[in-house]
């Protein structure tokens, strides 16, 4: 089963594709799409809604996982990263992709162990995980990061319908 | 010039159109899109995006407006918000429109003729200039006041040409 994990921003929307294959995951691909502040909003959403539809044109992940989000540091961001997240979500259902949502605190507890791992501790977890050459982009780590939860998570579900 | 108003919001978004011909406004249509809350929230992203993309294939606008949100009652709300207000953006500039924002101030000044204009004299409002048998639903209003709003400025700014 392939993957695509999310972490939407307005000004940089991170993405990680991972491969599960039984217990092993293989990562795919990862990185960052940049949109220039300097274009008008509703031109940066599109490039958002674009570049995620051609990843997903290019990689034909089976599932969309992203971080599902709660806090934001004042309405302003919050109004900003909920347009970027609702382009985002729009191509994953557009493209007929089942979408899944995790906590920050599952995502933490899937990679790091514990819900209270720094943003680096995940970033450096990752890497081993994935056995990647060196640290992700932030961005895209934190994508990998969601695209492994849900993994794990479906994995568990896959384990528990065995035992039934 | 055919103008569609959009409203968005997570639970409905109010959409209504209007002919612009010369000086005078005519009423195309307007409505409400409803999303079902019991629904997942990425399934309800889509119908804003699938719906308005139908309105845009069925009314063929010329130009999509949205009023341009700075407040929310807090932070929660304005992540529901901003992720709708993707979608319907998404929805607009993927059918290649030219999209237009505007500030509730300017949509209010343009439709009553001041700011401190309340909801129900914009409503009101809207119905008298737009000739319509009875007071439009709330949401479908407020897109018809914005699609009122960017007739009277593409209209000034037509005539600011002209005399240039």
Known sequence: ??????????????????????????????????????????????????????IIDEFRPDAVAVENIFFATNVQSALKLGQARGAAIVAGVNAGLPLFEYTALQVKQAVVGHGRASKDQVQKMIKVLLNLPEVAQEDASDALAVAVCHAHSAGLKDRLKAIR
Chains 1, 2 share one sequence.
Not at 5 to 32: C, E, F, K, M, W
Not at 34 to 54: G, M, S, V, W
Request: charged fraction near 20%; charge should be positive; include cysteine.
């Open 1 to 54: 089963m392939k993957i695509l994990g999310i972490d939407p921003g307005s000004r940089v929307t991170g993405y990680g594709i991972v491969n599960q294959n039984g217990n092993r995951l293989i990562h795919v691909d990862n990185g960052a799409i940049h949109t220039d502040c300097h274009k008008e909003f509703p031109l940066r959403l599109q490039k958002i809604y674009r570049a995620l539809t051609e």
